[in-house]
């Protein structure tokens, strides 16, 4: 039986994640200096990058990758959001990140009209898609333990 806590819907595990990434990811700036190069929101069922909503998190490292940036901000937008910020931080781990937890009206908390489009694919299970929630659970115990 797995006896660590639960870390899906808990926020003091986010705001410590915060502080632990920042000195894992070698952030040598003063937060309050400090401002990431791509800064990425994060809803219940989908992220936006760059006012383009995205619902794949594999489209979204793609998306950031490209852009080659040495930081991200991952900042968590309304309930509900955890899973999609936590999958976000564990893949861009390798990465100096900025994990925030924000109120919906912030101004960070932008989300265009998502688009109608037609699956191209089946993709099953809770969105935003691309997420191994086993591998996302293992990477956080062990930054939390």
Do not use: N
């Amino acid at each position: 039986m797995d006896r660590q806590p639960s870390v899906r819907s808990s926020p003091g595990i986010i705001a410590a994640a915060v502080c632990a990434l920042s000195l894992a990811g070698g952030a040598g700036a003063s937060t309050q200096s400090w401002t990431p190069d791509v800064r990425v929101a994060v809803f219940a069922d989908h992220y936006v990058l760059a006012d383009r909503a995205i619902d794949d998190l594999d489209r979204l490292d793609d998306a950031v990758l490209a852009m080659r940036p040495r930081s991200v901000g991952i900042y968590a937008c309304g309930a509900g959001s955890e899973r999609a910020q936590r999958a976000a931080a564990h893949r861009f781990g390798h990465l100096s990140l900025e994990l925030r937890v924000l109120e919906p009206g912030a101004p960070e908390c932008r989300s265009p009209a998502p688009a109608r489009a037609l699956p191209v694919g089946q993709r099953t299970g809770p969105r935003p898609y691309g997420i191994d929630d086993a591998a996302v659970d293992r990477w956080w115990h062990q930054m939390m333990p």
